[in-house]
């Protein structure tokens, strides 16, 4: 019997406070069941982020990957969630986001050139807070919801993908000039 691909939203809720960048679900991103056929991926991040307690804060909701995962395509998204004065006043169990992260714990898996990657999870945070830095120069929406702290928190996030997988050669990542955006 063949089955369907089952869809899962996953979100990676992050806020900015004068100290940083703060997951505030800890440890991990939340997830959803399976999409139900009568919703539909942004009702299931809505409903993810009310059933977590962080829908009234929301900022700014994006989309910034896909993957594949046993029998389900994961959706993932970043939800920027506003704060007061300083997160862990309000999250108490989130954690910081630091940009050496990724130095800390090495390159992603390696694959070839017709494989699909095997993002960690780490790979996917760090995915979707360059992806807000890519907002924050290309979309005026975006920045005008990532204000305050976030320009100065997410401009240690460059682009990276052009590199990152570069495992052979360990050249840089390719990056666009400052003040530069991508055509």
């Not at 395509?73 to 989130?94: E, H, M, P």
């Not at 702290?149 to 990152?164: E, K, N």
């Amino acid at each position: 019997m063949n089955e369907l691909t089952e869809v899962v939203i996953e979100v990676w809720p992050v806020s900015a406070d004068d100290v940083g960048l703060w997951l505030i679900s800890g440890n991990d991103a939340w997830r959803s069941e399976p999409v139900r056929k009568d919703s539909d991926p942004h009702t299931t991040v809505t409903n993810l982020l009310e059933a977590n307690g962080a829908a009234e804060g929301v900022k700014l909701l994006h989309s910034t990957s896909w993957r594949a995962d046993g029998t389900a395509v994961i959706l993932t998204y970043v939800a920027v969630i506003g704060c007061n004065a300083f997160v862990r006043d309000q999250w108490t169990s989130a954690a910081p986001i630091s940009p050496v992260i990724p130095d800390a714990v090495g390159k992603p898996i390696p694959v070839e050139a017709t494989e699909a990657p095997i993002p960690r999870y780490i790979d996917v945070l760090m995915h979707g807070l360059r992806h807000l830095q890519f907002l924050l120069q290309t979309d005026s929406a975006a920045r005008s919801a990532l204000c305050g702290r976030w320009p100065d928190h997410l401009a240690v996030f460059r682009s990276a993908l052009a590199g990152m997988y570069d495992h052979e050669h360990g050249q840089e990542p390719i990056t666009l000039p400052e003040g530069q955006a991508a055509q």
